[in-house]
């Protein structure tokens, strides 16, 4: 059931409705009848699995409070940790990495020359798996850490991991965050509706107007044998704003109903493409995975605690899983090592970079301000290549074509780029120097808020490609 | 809850903001689209029309949506001097609804015939009109005539629009322009799109009952003898017009979207259909065709006319129709070809003229 279905616009309402008629235990119990509804919808044999992670996980943060309560040895808190995290990333590595283990095997073996009959399984992938799985194990590792207590009710756990607005494509909700708004009766307020239906349009429009018309483009230049450089370049571009409209898009319509029903998720996206540092892009991409990373893989492995050539070592082996975690192909952990690398650079470079960019006059700081953002995008652009492609041969002859003069440029081509990307650069343009980024929430007065939504309607309603599955549910 | 009538007008203030924001994005994306005018009335269909005492007819350099006419009236590029000149005179299928620009069949069918015939110079001149009836195009003739000359004219004429005879008598003037929400289209097209198509077809039955009581006639089962005289009468009249103006007729059989035995899937488009003409039962329009075609077969034996039977050819189904009647680009391009190859042999002696 995507959220830009017939299905869903039927959906939403029944369970917003009737949610709002209940009391708090009821709003619970419902919400998750309506979320393990919603993950069925897409297969219910996906739900055991789901179930197995809710079971695991609550009995397991359980004994874990139990034991430091009994003040039980660490060896052997660590010992329940690790059968959580063994059980969680076994079902994930099962279900997401074991046939491209496998194949990567054999592969190997025969650049060896050594054959051996090795069958991959026709594994069927459960939707948000790397999600769930991931905002799962936060929770025990919290409970462990002693920063949240166990849940006391299973059905409230189980709430937290499947609520459905996050549930396949996050954001990924740490549980000192979600579960606490789970456990105390919510009031929706005012401001709440307003930002929620702001944030379904918004997200809505991203996603329909931009992503979806921009994937038959992109579709097109990604598979062709030997596209110009000048195709390549605009593939590229349009990739850039239909996975971020597509990802971010979700996000946005994901925030907005929980809004809707006083929840709030953390804010996933916040302006990636006005990043003027790798260091900034991470900290405005995917913001629910990279604090993810950073809190129970980057700091637990040292952070950079411990010299330069370990916070390197770090910020490599965080961003290599973090590409990993995205899917089981080489290309995403091409793009890991890729994010990693810039990472490393330029905290090697940072010193001379902001002595090299430190201008105190105004015109200056803001020539330098656009071309560190520029550059930043052409960096991200071209992780953007290696995130696309669908092999290793494409990554090489896309990347030679631009290192090539453009011999001819498609003006349609590039129009039809600016065409969808453009009106979303210029709000954001606006977005990014008046520091609002509900700003068309905050319109005044009200009838000219509506003509701005239902300019956006408009254009999701009757100017929409045919809808196209959300990319992140791959992941 | 109780509204205040203070909230109550606000409410109802932004519901017209909101529905004249969408009106005004509707023109303008028809005016960066097509070039239609942002404050005109209406934009429908009529653009395309022009009438006299004669009844409707091409207007030159019309332009509505995707359909371009040319500066003598025919869809497509300028008329060029040389070459022969082959019209295609018929209603909607000929004068191409779905297909992309260009790839209505005259258009392929004149590439096809210039690639099977180089020499030729063949310009194929779409005059069809959506719903022109024939005596109307052959009120047209000596004007098309004397503008372009042609040689050749196929007759694509659909008898369905020969089921409520009235619809047959020319309208000396335009429909009066109103207002017209350029929002409605898109609601209703967003409407077929999102509404089950079961549902669809339930409305489209009860549109069919609401203009048969408008009409306050019984529906037929067959399309009666006198309508089908009619049809024979006046492709009788439209064959005597172009002869006389030494342009030679080529008869073109009607083909469906059905196979020979339709089945129970095809009901729905049968409904569909009679939405068009409510006065047949859905029964009838098979059997009306067999029986148009039939008369065609006819005339093309007792004059002597070059005739293709292209109702026979055309394989059925939704890769070639997309609706009942109407080609699609892969179907136009299949009519092209069958008209092609039946047409070519008997065009290549023109050749040397």
């Not at chain 1, 993950?39 to 943060?61: E, N, Q």
């Not at chain 1, 893989?297 to 390197?312: H, I, V, W």
Request: aromatic residues 14%; glycine residues 6%.
């Amino acid at each position: 059931m995507l959220f830009n279905s017939l299905e869903f616009a039927l959906f939403f309402p029944i369970v917003t409705g009737v949610y709002y008629l209940l009391r708090h235990r009821g709003q619970n119990l419902w919400l998750l009848a309506a979320s393990l509804f919603f993950y069925a919808s897409w297969d219910w044999r996906f739900l055991p699995i789901l179930a197995t992670t809710m079971v695991v996980d609550f009995y397991v943060a359980g004994y874990l409070e139990k034991l430091a309560k009994m003040e039980a040895p660490e060896r052997k808190r660590k010992l329940v940790l690790a059968i959580s995290m063994g059980a969680n990333l076994a079902m994930l590595g099962f279900f997401k990495y074991f046939n491209f283990f496998i194949d990567s095997f054999h592969s190997s073996l025969l650049a060896l020359h050594i054959s051996a009959p090795i069958n991959t399984l026709n594994i069927l992938l459960p939707i948000g798996i790397s999600f769930y799985t991931f905002q799962s194990m936060s929770y025990t590792i919290d409970v462990y850490r002693g920063e949240l207590p166990a849940a006391r009710h299973f059905l409230d756990f189980a709430l937290f991991v499947s609520f459905y607005p996050h549930l396949v494509a996050g954001p990924i909700m740490r549980a000192v965050d979600l579960l606490p708004q789970i456990l105390s009766p919510r009031h929706t307020t005012r401001q709440q509706v307003l930002d929620g239906i702001h944030l379904m349009i918004w997200g809505l429009w991203k996603k329909m107007f931009i992503a979806d018309n921009l994937a038959p483009l992109v579709n097109g230049i990604f598979s062709e044998t030997a596209p110009s450089g000048f195709h390549t370049l605009m593939g590229v571009y349009a990739f850039a704003f239909q996975i971020y409209c597509d990802f971010s898009g979700y996000t946005d319509v994901a925030r907005g109903v929980a809004k809707l029903m006083g929840f709030e998720l953390v804010l996933n996206f916040n302006l990636p493409y006005f990043s003027t540092s790798p260091q900034e892009f991470w900290t405005r991409w995917h913001i629910s995975l990279s604090s993810w990373l950073r809190n129970y893989l980057y700091f637990p492995l040292g952070g950079s605690r411990d010299g330069e050539a370990k916070t390197y070592r770090n910020l490599m082996i965080t961003m290599l899983l973090g590409g990993l975690w995205h899917g089981a192909a080489w290309n995403f952990v091409l793009w890991g090592a890729y994010q990693g690398t810039l990472l490393v650079i330029h905290r090697a470079l940072q010193p001379r970079l902001d002595k090299m960019f430190d201008f105190r006059a105004a015109p200056a700081r803001a020539a330098s301000l656009t071309f560190r953002i520029l550059v930043m995008f052409q960096l991200t652009c071209f992780g953007w290549l290696l995130f696309r492609a669908s092999s290793f041969t494409q990554i090489v002859t896309m990347t030679a074509s631009l290192l090539h003069p453009f011999q001819q440029v498609d003006k349609d081509l590039a129009l039809q780029v600016v065409g969808y990307a453009g009106p979303l650069l210029v709000i954001q343009c606006w977005q990014y120097f008046s520091e609002k980024l509900m700003f068309l929430a905050n319109l005044r007065p009200l009838e000219l808020r509506i003509a701005a939504y239902s300019v956006l309607m408009y254009l999701m309603l009757f100017r929409a490609a045919k809808p196209q599955a959300f990319i992140y549910f791959q992941f | 809850m109780r509204l205040s009538s203070r909230a109550l007008l606000r409410i109802v203030t932004c519901a017209i903001v909101s529905v004249l924001t969408l009106e005004l994005c509707a023109r303008i994306d028809d005016w960066i689209g097509y070039g239609a005018p942002v404050f005109s009335l209406s934009y429908n269909e009529n653009r395309l029309y022009e009438y006299d005492q004669l009844g409707k007819r091409s207007r030159p350099n019309a332009r509505y949506r995707k359909w371009q006419l040319n500066s003598v009236g025919s869809r497509g590029p300028e008329v060029i001097d040389g070459g022969t000149r082959i019209l295609c005179l018929g209603a909607s299928e000929t004068f191409g609804l779905y297909e992309p620009e260009g790839q209505e069949y005259p258009r392929q069918l004149e590439r096809e015939l210039n690639a099977r015939l180089p020499d030729g110079h063949f310009q194929v001149l779409n005059f069809a009109l959506p719903g022109m009836p024939v005596p109307v195009i052959t009120t047209r003739i000596p004007e098309i005539a004397a503008a372009v000359h042609p040689r050749f004219a196929l007759i694509y004429a659909p008898v369905a629009t020969y089921v409520w005879l009235p619809d047959l008598n020319p309208l000396s003037s335009a429909p009066r322009d109103h207002f017209e929400w350029r929002l409605a289209e898109l609601v209703r097209n967003l409407g077929k799109q999102l509404i089950p198509e079961r549902l669809q077809d339930k409305l489209r039955e009860r549109d069919i009952q609401q203009s048969l009581a408008n009409l306050g006639r019984a529906p037929f089962e067959r399309l009666p003898q006198e309508n089908l005289d009619r049809y024979r009468s006046d492709l009788e009249e439209l064959i005597s017009t172009l002869r006389r103006y030494q342009i030679e007729p080529v008869l073109v059989t009607h083909a469906t979207r059905f196979p020979p035995e339709p089945t129970t899937a095809d009901w729905p488009m049968l409904v569909a259909w009679r939405r068009f003409e409510p006065l047949l039962r859905e029964e009838g329009f098979l059997p009306m065709e067999r029986s148009g075609n039939d008369i065609l077969r006819q005339l093309a034996a007792v004059d002597g006319l070059f005739l293709v039977d292209a109702a026979s050819r055309m394989p059925a189904g939704d890769r070639y129709f997309a609706d009942f009647v109407h080609f699609t680009a892969e179907g136009s391009r299949q009519m092209a070809n069958i008209l092609a190859e039946e047409l070519a042999p008997h065009l290549a002696p023109d050749q040397s003229n």
